[in-house]
């Protein structure tokens, strides 16, 4: 662990947690170091879905469906930060959480300049295996490399 | 004059529909543009009353079809049979694929595309993401089988009712031609899904699925008697599908009926039905229909279907003349309009009457596989896509796309073929 890298800001998603964890600790090292986990709500999916119940006439998803699904996603995201946390406590000095909605890119990038981040460790792309070549990065991935406010380590 | 006027308004009309300017309802433009039909005398108000009201067949199967799907979703009905998909599925985040697939076709054959896009989408989004799985293979999974099984009965989609009264094929008919296509469309759907999704759907969840199905049926008083009114449903539209029965009659008694449960077991929730009864729709419907006539009475929709048959000298060539026509036209603007400029086309003399049934069964399998290409709008929305995808912007629509050129060739290809073979 150098001494610059004190404060780590990790994106969770919740599916490659494991993953995460251990190529953080080999990489970097977290011994005496701040991590800050944060979850994002993405809006991709949920438009999608707009898009895909969305009827002429302006039916589209009722009132009650959109609450169980707050309800669902604030669910699994405390669900994941839980996990993760608990992953991170061994191997840090203080693990915080965070859960936040909107697009992944800018929001890991304004959390770690408020944040005083020395690193944003992120994942390439939301698939398991990201894929080789041009399409490599995913959107926040490529958000995140293009605009951090710090170092950047990104995990294939 | 009034031939030019007519097209103009038309096109303007469709193009306000598609694009939806300041994300205004389309049902604003579609009235403006019937009105604005009116009032430059392109449509008699006769005409436009003659073509609203002969109609009322599918005015009734929508309202019918949103109280069934209003109370079905109070009895929590879409919950239950999403948590038997998952419990089917053992745990397996593939098989989960399969299973919300299979319930994905069932929900549609028996209560339309518009149960399964509206309610059980959100249902199976919030299903994948409370198991922390990756909910986009799940819900594109349902979004696409919503119109690869909707042309399976009669019922399975509105617009195989307003197709129907124009072939007056008995149930019989309407499977000879149309039951292996369909089946067809719905297995590569499932395959090109398993395919795509074979490795991002590996993943293992734990759900405790008897919990679920039991909290879905909780209400048991009113949980059965709903259920056993959606059999009874079901059983009734394929008696008068074979019967040759108007299908908005048994539709808004079934609907009725279910609502009659709601009120009998207290369960009739306002906020339900507002969701789910939208009087918008019928002012877009009417309109459009208004729209229709008026291009119709200009003789334009007769030149377009004439144009689309033009080579069409056998029952395989109006199959492909109309699967092509509806599935194209219904991703330049919208499956309904495009569809009944077909069939208006068709009617006032654009086919001749020996391709009329060939002809008018490819229509509906293109109006109800083609907009699998865009499900989520039409080509301007996909070309908006490319622009924001460019500029680094996360869009899931876009991952739509990427499937539906896979599927929409390939599910239209195969309907295409079947049906030309069920007419040899």
Same mark, same amino acid.
């Given at each position: 662990?150098?001494?610059?890298?004190?404060?780590?800001?990790?994106?969770?998603?919740?599916?490659?947690?494991?993953?995460?964890?251990?190529?953080?600790?080999?990489?970097?090292?977290?011994?005496?170091?701040?991590?800050?986990?944060?979850?994002?709500?993405?809006?991709?999916?949920?438009?999608?879905?707009?898009?895909?119940?969305?009827?002429?006439?302006?039916?589209?998803?009722?009132?009650?469906?959109?609450?169980?699904?707050?309800?669902?996603?604030?669910?699994?995201?405390?669900?994941?930060?839980?996990?993760?946390?608990?992953?991170?406590?061994?191997?840090?000095?203080?693990?915080?959480?965070?859960?936040?909605?909107?697009?992944?890119?800018?929001?890991?990038?304004?959390?770690?300049?408020?944040?005083?981040?020395?690193?944003?460790?992120?994942?390439?792309?939301?698939?398991?295996?990201?894929?080789?070549?041009?399409?490599?990065?995913?959107?926040?991935?490529?958000?995140?490399?293009?605009?951090?406010?710090?170092?950047?380590?990104?995990?294939? | 004059?009034?031939?030019?006027?007519?097209?103009?308004?038309?096109?303007?009309?469709?193009?306000?529909?598609?694009?939806?300017?300041?994300?205004?309802?389309?049902?604003?433009?579609?009235?403006?543009?019937?009105?604005?039909? /009116?009032?430059?005398?392109?449509?008699?108000?006769?005409?436009?009353?003659?073509?609203?009201?002969?109609?009322?067949?599918?005015?009734?199967?929508?309202?019918?079809?949103?109280?069934?799907?209003?109370?079905?979703?109070?009895?929590?009905?879409?919950?239950?049979?999403?948590?038997?998909?998952?419990?089917?599925?053992?745990?397996?985040?593939?098989?989960?694929?399969?299973?919300?697939?299979?319930?994905?076709?069932?929900?549609? &054959?028996?209560?339309?595309?518009?149960?399964?896009?509206?309610?059980?989408?959100?249902?199976?989004?919030?299903?994948?993401?409370?198991?922390?799985?990756?909910?986009?293979?799940?819900?594109?999974?349902?979004?696409?089988?919503?119109?690869?099984?909707?042309?399976?009965? @009669?019922?399975?989609?509105?617009?195989?009712?307003?197709?129907?009264?124009?072939?007056?094929?008995? /149930?019989?008919?309407?499977?000879?031609?149309?039951?292996?296509?369909?089946?067809?469309?719905?297995?590569?759907?499932?395959?090109?899904?398993?395919?795509?999704?074979?490795?991002?759907?590996?993943?293992?969840?734990?759900?405790?699925?008897?919990?679920?199905?039991?909290?879905?049926? %909780?209400?048991?008083?009113?949980?059965? @008697?709903?259920?056993?009114?959606?059999?009874?449903?079901?059983?009734?539209?394929?008696?008068?599908?074979?019967?040759?029965? @108007?299908?908005?009659?048994?539709?808004?008694?079934?609907?009725?009926?279910?609502?009659?449960?709601?009120?009998?077991?207290?369960?009739?929730?306002?906020?339900?039905?507002?969701?789910?009864?939208? @009087?918008?729709?019928?002012?877009?419907? %009417?309109?459009?229909?208004?729209?229709?006539?008026?291009?119709?009475?200009?003789?334009?929709?007769?030149?377009?279907?004439?144009?689309?048959?033009?080579?069409?000298?056998?029952?395989?060539?109006?199959?492909?003349?109309?699967?092509?026509?509806?599935?194209?036209?219904?991703?330049?603007?919208?499956? /309904?309009?495009?569809?009944?400029?077909?069939?208006?086309?068709?009617?006032?003399?654009?086919?001749?009457?020996?391709?009329?049934?060939?002809?008018?069964?490819?229509?509906?399998?293109?109006?109800?596989?083609?907009?699998?290409?865009?499900?989520?709008?039409?080509?301007?929305?996909?070309?908006?896509?490319?622009?924001?995808?460019?500029?680094?912007?996360?869009?899931?629509?876009?991952?739509?796309?990427? &499937?539906?050129?896979?599927?929409?060739?390939?599910? /239209? &290809?195969?309907?295409?073929?079947?049906?030309?073979?069920?007419?040899?």
């Amino acid at each position: 662990m150098t001494s610059a890298v004190r404060r780590v800001l990790v994106l969770i998603d919740g599916l490659h947690t494991r993953a995460l964890v251990d190529a953080i600790t080999r990489l970097v090292g977290l011994d005496g170091a701040h991590v800050l986990l944060l979850h994002v709500q993405g809006t991709s999916a949920r438009s999608g879905l707009e898009l895909a119940s969305r009827r002429p006439g302006g039916r589209g998803l009722p009132p009650q469906r959109a609450r169980d699904l707050e309800e669902a996603e604030l669910r699994s995201g405390a669900e994941a930060l839980a996990e993760a946390a608990a992953a991170f406590r061994d191997q840090a000095e203080s693990v915080e959480t965070m859960e936040l909605r909107g697009e992944a890119g800018r929001l890991v990038c304004d959390t770690a300049a408020r944040w005083r981040a020395d690193l944003i460790a992120i994942r390439a792309g939301g698939r398991d295996r990201p894929p080789v070549g041009p399409a490599s990065l995913g959107p926040a991935a490529r958000f995140v490399t293009d605009h951090a406010p710090c170092a950047v380590l990104l995990i294939r | 004059m009034h031939t030019a006027l007519a097209a103009v308004i038309f096109a303007v009309t469709l193009t306000a529909v598609v694009v939806r300017p300041l994300r205004i309802n389309e049902t604003w433009f579609a009235a403006c543009g019937g009105v604005l039909m /009116l009032v430059v005398g392109a449509v008699t108000p006769g005409a436009a009353a003659d073509a609203v009201g002969s109609e009322w067949n599918l005015f009734l199967f929508f309202f019918g079809l949103m109280l069934t799907a209003a109370v079905a979703d109070m009895s929590r009905f879409f919950d239950w049979i999403a948590a038997l998909a998952a419990g089917a599925a053992a745990g397996r985040g593939r098989r989960l694929l399969v299973t919300v697939i299979l319930i994905g076709a069932l929900v549609t &054959i028996f209560l339309s595309n518009d149960a399964t896009a509206i309610i059980l989408t959100p249902v199976v989004y919030t299903m994948a993401t409370r198991l922390r799985l990756r909910v986009m293979p799940y819900l594109l999974a349902v979004s696409f089988v919503a119109n690869s099984a909707s042309m399976t009965l @009669p019922i399975s989609n509105p617009i195989n009712v307003l197709v129907g009264e124009r072939l007056h094929a008995p /149930l019989g008919e309407y499977l000879l031609h149309l039951l292996p296509a369909s089946i067809a469309a719905i297995a590569i759907t499932a395959g090109v899904f398993m395919a795509l999704f074979w490795r991002t759907a590996d993943r293992r969840f734990e759900f405790d699925w008897r919990s679920a199905v039991s909290a879905a049926s %909780a209400e048991r008083s009113f949980f059965v @008697p709903v259920l056993a009114g959606l059999a009874l449903l079901a059983l009734a539209y394929v008696i008068a599908s074979a019967l040759l029965w @108007p299908l908005g009659v048994v539709a808004t008694a079934g609907g009725v009926g279910l609502c009659g449960i709601a009120i009998a077991r207290r369960r009739l929730s306002r906020q339900h039905l507002q969701a789910h009864v939208s @009087p918008a729709l019928f002012v877009y419907i %009417a309109a459009l229909f208004v729209l229709i006539r008026a291009v119709q009475d200009a003789g334009l929709t007769t030149a377009l279907v004439a144009g689309a048959v033009a080579r069409a000298t056998d029952a395989s060539t109006a199959v492909a003349g109309g699967l092509l026509g509806t599935a194209v036209t219904s991703n330049v603007v919208n499956n /309904l309009p495009a569809v009944l400029v077909f069939v208006s086309g068709a009617q006032t003399g654009g086919v001749a009457p020996a391709l009329h049934a060939p002809f008018l069964f490819g229509a509906l399998a293109g109006a109800d596989l083609g907009p699998n290409l865009t499900p989520v709008g039409a080509l301007s929305t996909m070309l908006w896509l490319v622009i924001v995808r460019r500029r680094g912007v996360e869009v899931s629509a876009w991952d739509f796309f990427k &499937i539906g050129v896979v599927v929409a060739p390939l599910t /239209l &290809i195969a309907a295409g073929l079947l049906i030309a073979v069920s007419f040899r």
